[in-house]
């Protein structure tokens, strides 16, 4: 299983491995070789054992980079993480690495709406009456005054409001559930589940047919928690499902 904390920068980010009891069995030493270190079995990175019998170790490494690795037992065992984002076949040794992927973090922010400019209607000028004309009739006739122009009453405009800026669309990363790695989100998306609140609706037998069906390193994972934590995620909760995060590896119970 493989934690991620990107540094505030996004230059760094911190990746903690761990392989559970039950991968290393009684083992007495366990160490990480990979591409971050050079697969270099003279200078490997030392994992410490825990309480629950799991190792563990973080190794800082550059976002938008992939790297294989792989689990060395006592000297002489290989194994492979058990939750890994991706694994990668080796046809020289005629085996698969593991691979955890780093992704550029990139804050996407939805932009404001616009607020609609008011428009204040100005009114037409009043067309300016014209003289009073005299008319003058021929032979004795008493001049007549000529009957004056109404004014042209002022139109009405309608103000207009300027259509208000769509918010760009918030592209929700299902990668931030635990156990789910970039190609799983793939694998999901494929299958139209391309957000939180639809995640936090998806049955269990639907999440176990589409990772059953990428194959069977995709099959050993379990979702059984993932509706949980898309749920506090589509609502917004991230205090629990960080603290809920705390208390899994690889997606599952501790």
């Not at 003289?131 to 003058?136: G, L, S, V, W």
């Not at 004795?140 to 004056?148: I, Y």
């Not at 793939?186 to 299958?191: D, I, P, R």
Request: a positive charge; one cysteine or more.
């Amino acid at each position: 299983m493989i934690k991620k904390s990107f540094a505030k920068t996004g230059k760094v980010c911190k990746a903690t491995f761990n392989l559970p009891k039950e991968a290393v069995v009684d083992a007495k030493n366990v160490v990480l070789l990979g591409d971050f270190n050079n697969w270099n079995v003279e200078d490997p990175t030392s994992m410490k054992k825990k309480k629950d019998g799991s190792f563990e170790t973080t190794v800082e490494l550059t976002p938008g980079r992939e790297y294989q690795f792989r689990y060395l037992i006592d000297s002489v065992r290989w194994e492979n993480d058990w939750n890994a984002d991706d694994y990668v076949a080796v046809p020289a040794f005629g085996v698969y690495n593991s691979l955890v992927v780093i992704e550029e973090t990139v804050a996407v922010v939805p932009t404001a709406k616009a607020p609609a400019k008011k428009v204040v209607a100005k009114a037409a000028p009043a067309k300016k009456v014209a003289p009073k004309a005299e008319a003058t009739v021929a032979a004795k006739a008493a001049p007549v005054k000529a009957t004056p122009a109404k004014k042209a009453p002022a139109k009405k405009v309608v103000a207009k409001a300027a259509p208000a800026k769509k918010a760009a669309p918030v592209v929700e990363k299902l990668s931030t559930i635990e156990g789910i790695g970039p190609k799983i989100e793939g694998l999901m998306k494929e299958a139209g589940i391309d957000s939180f609140a639809k995640l936090a609706t998806a049955k269990l037998e639907t999440l176990k047919e589409i990772l059953a069906n990428a194959g069977a390193r995709y099959k050993m994972h379990d979702p059984t928690t993932w509706t949980q934590q898309a749920k506090l995620a589509a609502d917004g909760h991230w205090e629990k499902l960080a603290k809920l995060q705390d208390e899994l590896k690889g997606g599952k119970k501790k």
